[in-house]
């Protein structure tokens, strides 16, 4: 289950289906990733072909990504079986 979220738009996104915060275009592909996210008990259930899932490392060492669009990136890290601190960035 999603417990926290670093990025707002994203939240609002997930909460209420306000593309606000996020690129309209994505949120197709967004809403299926936090759905499946909410659903995960660890990272490896967010390993969808096609997603990419993968470890971050150095200042990220502990979180994980998988893609949205593009540079486009979902991240995450697991406490337990909640997922936390999940953000949207453009990574370039």
Same mark, same amino acid.
């Given at each position: 289950?999603? @417990?926290? !979220? $670093?990025?707002? +738009? ?6 209420? /289906? #306000? $593309?606000?915060?996020?690129? #309209?275009?994505? /949120?197709?592909?967004?809403? $299926?990733?936090?759905? $499946?996210?909410? &659903? #995960? ?8 072909? +096609? ?7 150095? @200042?990220?060492? /502990? ?5 949205? #669009? /593009? ?6 890290? !697991?406490?337990? &079986? ?11």
């Amino acid at each position: 289950m999603i @417990k926290t !979220f $670093r990025h707002k +738009g994203l939240q609002l996104f997930f909460e209420t /289906g #306000s $593309r606000a915060g996020i690129q #309209s275009s994505h /949120g197709p592909k967004l809403a $299926r990733q936090l759905a $499946r996210l909410n &659903e #995960s008990t660890c990272p490896d259930d967010m390993n969808i072909p +096609g997603w990419r899932l993968h470890p971050l490392k150095e @200042k990220l060492a /502990g979180h994980y990504s998988v893609v949205v #669009s /593009g540079n486009w990136r979902m991240t995450f890290k !697991f406490e337990g &079986e909640d997922a936390v601190l999940v953000s949207y960035q453009d990574y370039h």
